[in-house]
Structures are given as structure tokens and as C-alpha cells.
């Protein structure tokens, strides 16, 4: 026989301890738990009293059963309103932590910046004149005199092309290949000496690919005054790249050939990458072609009304693209189009 049980102790223990150990719940989880234990459909401890009262004799139901039902609801209260003050006090100490301190510094905001191309125009521009070169500028729409002819280039060259060339439709002009035209029309309307660069916008119906784009820019130089010589011409531009690409860089002239000068040379700077040992971005040569320059051709001269046994000069070409490249260390021009802040950011 199991000993019989004593309902009266065990009402004492659970009554005497439930609504203080509601009370102490200092967390939603611990209010959680003591409703568990007290309440719980399976194992709370007072459902537990409560069904077994069934088997109690009728007095004792009838003596039990409310006292029962009365502490049931007063844990519920208990655990009702410890759960109210707990969520206050959470919502209390959130708006504590996001209280808005206006005395704060604010955040900093990302700055912008200028395009890589951008930059390196800008510098470009800067070093040149710092060694004396006024700005000149040209419309993008040209006539194929001052973009061809006037440079004399012939009428059966290659350039001339529509391959080459955007030609507008049913009007005698195209948009200018090069920002050499701004030459012609700089000595058209100035008498020497003259020393001006011209940046700008070129155009050439090209596909697209890792070195090619049909809208690029140029900077062109022209320095028209007595004797001027090759020598000259070597001087300008070392220190015009040097300053672009820092002191260390070497620089080559290779005898080239352009219409428009005479004689001609591009300049090449050895590889940035590889330093010369022979790397895929240099073709393996060991250096990078910069630009091309020369001798103002005296057909140009004279085209535009300078007489070449007075003066002579020296002319220079150079594409931005490609030198931002260089200084990126990246290998393909579309990447400067994609704007990837990663790449927009290397240059400044
Ligand atoms: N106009 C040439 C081009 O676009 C570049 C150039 C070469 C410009 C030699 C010059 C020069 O002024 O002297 O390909």
C-alpha cells in the first residue's frame, strides 16, 4: 500500500512558495520557466494538484478546490504583471541606449571624388603648364580640313577611312579623330611664338575591346617658336612624363612616322609593370608606347600661314586613357567606364 497522500502539506509547501517564486522571476525567461513549473500542462506542479483532486472525498474537493482555483489565478496575475513591468523595463533601457546625443559629431560621409581620367588630365594640364603652355580648346564636330588636310594628311590615308572616322550624315563634317586639328585652327588665328596644349574628347569608329574605346581623350601640345629643335622636344616631354609618372621613370624616343611631323618619334616608357623584364601588359618588349610627337611638318606651317624658315616648333600627342592605365596598374580600358568604386578610388 502506498502511503496515503497529505494533501494539506503539500498544498502548504506549493502555496507558501509559488507567488514568491513568481515574484523573484527577474527575466522573461525566468517567468517563463516558473509558469513551467506551476503551470505547466504536463508537469506544473499545481495542474498536477489540480487533477488529482478528483480523487479526493467530496468535503475535501469542495474545502480544496476553490483555494486551489484562487491561488491559480493569483499566480497568473503574478505572472501577468512580471512580464508587464520586465517588457517596460526592456523598453526603458532600449530607449536609454538610443537616446540621440545631438552634441555628437555626426558620422563621416563618404566623399567623392574625381574620375581616374579626370585626374590624370588634370595633372597632365598642370605640368604642362607649369612649363608654360596656355590652353587652347576645339569643337568636337571638325571639317576635314582642319582634322586631315591642314595636317597633311593625304586624301587617300588610311585614317581618313570610314572604318576610322565618324562622318556626319549629309554634312561635310565628321567628328575629330584627334585634338591635333586644334593646331591648325590655334595657328590659323595666332602668330608665333606660340605654346599651347589642348585636352579633349577624340572619337574613332573602333569596337570595343581591352584597349580600344571610340570615345577617348587627348592631349595635344604645340610649341612654335624660333629654332626650336629636337633637343627641345626630348626636354618637354621627359619632364612632362616624369612629372606624370615619378622620377625613376625611363623613357625612350623611337624614330616613328606621322604627316604632320618631321621628323617623328613616339616615346615610350619602359614597362611600369614588370620593369622591363618582359611582362604580357608590355607585349614582352619591356616598354609601353606613351604618345607620339615630332617636328611640325613645314606643309603644316605653312598650311596656316607661318613661314617655315622663320619659325619651327615641335607637336605632341598624347592619349589619357591609356596613361591612367599605366598609372592604375589596370589592364583594360572598359574598366574605367564600369565605375567600380575599387578602381575610381586608386587614383586619388
Ligand atoms: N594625332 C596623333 C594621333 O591621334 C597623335 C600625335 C602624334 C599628335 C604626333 C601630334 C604628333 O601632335 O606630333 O594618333
Given at each position: 500500500?502506498?502511503?496515503?497522500?497529505?494533501?494539506?502539506?503539500?498544498?502548504?509547501?506549493?502555496?507558501?512558495?509559488?507567488?514568491?517564486?513568481?515574484?523573484?522571476?527577474?527575466?522573461l525567461?525566468?517567468?517563463?520557466?516558473?509558469?513551467?513549473?506551476?503551470?505547466?500542462?504536463?508537469?506544473?506542479?499545481?495542474?498536477?494538484?489540480?487533477?488529482?483532486?478528483?480523487?479526493?472525498?467530496?468535503?475535501?474537493?469542495?474545502?480544496?478546490?476553490?483555494?486551489?482555483?484562487?491561488?491559480?489565478?493569483?499566480?497568473?496575475?503574478?505572472?501577468?504583471?512580471?512580464?508587464?513591468?520586465?517588457?517596460?523595463?526592456?523598453?526603458?533601457?532600449?530607449?536609454?541606449?538610443a537616446r540621440i546625443d545631438l552634441s555628437l559629431p555626426?558620422?563621416?560621409?563618404?566623399?567623392?571624388?574625381?574620375?581616374?581620367?579626370?585626374?590624370?588630365?588634370?595633372?597632365?594640364?598642370?605640368?604642362?603648364?607649369?612649363?608654360?603652355?596656355?590652353?587652347?580648346?576645339?569643337?568636337?564636330?571638325?571639317?576635314?580640313?582642319?582634322?586631315?588636310?591642314?595636317?597633311?594628311?593625304p586624301a587617300d590615308h588610311p585614317a581618313r577611312d570610314v572604318q576610322d572616322t565618324f562622318y556626319l550624315r549629309d554634312l561635310p563634317l565628321l567628328l575629330r579623330t584627334h585634338t591635333s586639328p586644334v593646331q591648325i585652327r590655334h595657328m590659323e588665328a595666332n602668330k608665333p611664338p606660340i605654346r599651347i596644349m589642348a585636352p579633349g574628347r577624340v572619337f574613332r569608329h573602333e569596337a570595343v575591346?581591352?584597349?580600344?574605346?571610340?570615345?577617348?581623350?587627348?592631349?595635344?601640345?604645340?610649341y612654335i617658336d624660333r629654332r626650336v629643335t629636337m633637343a627641345d622636344l626630348k626636354g618637354?616631354?621627359?619632364?612632362?612624363?616624369?612629372?606624370?609618372?615619378?622620377?625613376?621613370?625611363?623613357?625612350r624616343f623611337r624614330p616613328s612616322f606621322f604627316p604632320f611631323t618631321e621628323p617623328s618619334t613616339e616615346v615610350d616608357v619602359r614597362c611600369l609593370l614588370c620593369a622591363g623584364a618582359g611582362c604580357a601588359a608590355c607585349k614582352r618588349s619591356g616598354w609601353m608606347e606613351l604618345l607620339g610627337a615630332g617636328l611640325v611638318h613645314p606643309n603644316v606651317l605653312r598650311f596656316c600661314g607661318i613661314d617655315p624658315a622663320q619659325w619651327s616648333g615641335f607637336a605632341f600627342g598624347v592619349g589619357v586613357e591609356r596613361l591612367?592605365?599605366?598609372?592604375?596598374?589596370?589592364?583594360?580600358?572598359?574598366?574605367?567606364?564600369?565605375?567600380?568604386?575599387?578602381?575610381?578610388?586608386k587614383l586619388s
Open positions: 500500500m502506498p502511503e496515503p497522500r497529505d494533501w494539506d502539506r503539500e498544498w502548504l509547501e506549493l502555496s507558501a512558495g509559488a507567488l514568491d517564486a513568481v515574484s523573484r522571476a527577474d527575466t525567461e525566468a517567468v517563463e520557466a516558473a509558469r513551467v513549473d506551476l503551470l505547466g500542462r504536463e508537469r506544473g506542479r499545481l495542474s498536477a494538484l489540480l487533477k488529482s483532486l478528483k480523487d479526493l472525498p467530496i468535503e475535501e474537493r469542495k474545502r480544496l478546490g476553490p483555494q486551489a482555483n484562487a491561488l491559480k489565478d493569483a499566480i497568473e496575475k503574478g505572472l501577468e504583471s512580471r512580464r508587464k513591468a520586465l517588457d517596460a523595463k526592456a523598453l526603458d533601457a532600449g530607449l536609454a541606449a555626426p558620422p563621416p560621409w563618404p566623399r567623392g571624388r574625381r574620375h581616374p581620367v579626370s585626374e590624370t588630365l588634370r595633372e597632365m594640364t598642370d605640368i604642362l603648364s607649369r612649363l608654360g603652355f596656355a590652353l587652347a580648346e576645339g569643337p568636337l564636330v571638325e571639317n576635314d580640313r582642319n582634322n586631315f588636310e591642314g595636317l597633311n594628311i575591346d581591352a584597349s580600344h574605346s571610340a570615345v577617348f581623350h587627348q592631349v595635344e601640345g604645340l618637354t616631354l621627359s619632364l612632362f612624363m616624369r612629372g606624370l609618372l615619378g622620377p625613376k621613370a625611363a623613357i591612367t592605365l599605366l598609372r592604375l596598374g589596370v589592364p583594360d580600358i572598359r574598366m574605367l567606364y564600369e565605375n567600380d568604386v575599387r578602381v575610381l578610388e
